[in-house]
């Protein structure tokens, strides 16, 4: 599944207007972007690595993404968190938006990237598995 795709359509569906699709798919990269071929040039692995560890307390949300289980919503005010506010402000002046609606189309999307990429385990693997996905949440509930 190519997931900068996925993720493009999500923010696109969720912008709309005058935001084309090559600029939302290099927005996504620069914020997202990683050497993954596999997934559209994002790294899943780094990225929830990050969230996690950026996410101020948030990182139950992020684990409930992994896996096949149900994902837990988050706010565009939590995806500033998990990303970082200049992050989101990059992303938000690359499409033209403000960045409460770049926030917004990240919280409907990203979710919904890790999940996809999560799917089936190759994302859990590289934490180690489920467990390993529970001890990194466990450090940074703590």
Excluded: C, H, R
Excluded at 50 to 66: A, D, E, K, R, Y
């Amino acid at each position: 599944m190519d997931l900068m795709k996925l993720g493009t359509q999500l923010v696109l569906s969720k912008l709309g207007g005058n935001t084309s699709e090559s600029g939302i798919q290099s927005a996504l990269s620069s914020l997202l972007g990683g050497n993954d071929s596999k997934d559209g040039g994002l790294d899943l692995g780094s990225l929830v690595s990050g969230m996690m560890t950026n996410g101020g307390g948030l990182s139950s949300i992020v684990g409930s993404w992994l896996g096949d289980g149900d994902n837990e919503a988050v706010s565009g005010s939590q995806i500033k968190d998990m990303l970082g506010s200049d992050k989101i402000s990059e992303f938000a002046s690359k499409l033209g938006v403000d960045e409460d609606s770049a926030a917004d189309s990240l919280a409907e999307a990203v979710p919904q990237m890790v999940d996809k990429g999560s799917s089936g385990g190759s994302l859990l693997d590289s934490v180690g598995g489920i467990s390993g996905a529970i001890d990194m949440a466990k450090k940074f509930l703590s």
